[in-house]
């Protein structure tokens, strides 16, 4: 596996070595002792897998807050994705700024995402089942979010009018939000 460093601290782009024949392909998803050597030294403790129907399914910013932050491995398995996450870590020399990448299952790219981002993706197939491992359980009190279209962030999403769920239609504005997250060197 090949890791390539983003330019914002910790966030880590994986590619996969694909071994591929006339019956199809094969690859490692994930190995722990490769990941340690060449990442963080990070705990997964739950896999998770979301399906949408549909181009311009939008879902996100999200995000936990301290103590239940999660640090996130994202890749697709059918369809693709222009994945976008936002630095919310006070200190980080990529602070409040966004990072933006195509995962597919074409490419078979993974993104290592830590704690204290915020994360979302848009698909851009009609279908697309996307996988994510996490470093701590989902705590329905800690969840957070910043609205997708938010002019402070300015993010080129592709679609105008995406596919929101209820929830992240009223996500609030970075400018109504206090991050508690810090930067660790």
């Not at 094969?26 to 403790?45: A, C, S």
């Not at 994360?119 to 329905?140: I, Q």
């Not at 929830?167 to 997250?181: A, G, I, N, R």
């Amino acid at each position: 596996m090949n890791f390539t460093e983003t330019g914002f601290p910790g966030l880590l782009v994986m590619e996969p070595k694909v071994f591929r024949d006339d019956r199809g392909f094969f690859l490692e998803t994930y190995n722990k002792k490769k990941f340690q050597e060449n990442g963080p030294d990070v705990e997964f403790i739950q896999d998770n897998h979301a399906y949408s129907g549909g181009r311009g399914v939008l879902r996100g910013l999200h995000f936990q807050l301290p103590p239940y932050a999660q640090a996130k491995l994202v890749w697709v398995t059918r369809g693709a994705v222009v994945d976008v996450v936002v630095d919310l870590r006070k200190g980080s020399p990529t602070y409040l700024k966004y990072y933006r990448i195509e995962l597919s299952a074409e490419n078979f790219r993974r993104l290592f995402v830590p704690r204290g981002f915020a994360h979302g993706y848009e698909t851009l197939s009609e279908e697309t089942e996307f996988m994510y491992k996490v470093d701590a359980p989902y705590a329905p009190d800690h969840e957070g979010g910043i609205r997708w279209d938010d002019p402070a962030l300015s993010i080129p999403w592709k679609a105008e009018n995406p596919i929101l769920s209820g929830k992240d239609s009223v996500l609030p504005f970075l400018s109504e939000f206090d991050t508690p997250f810090e930067f660790t060197a």
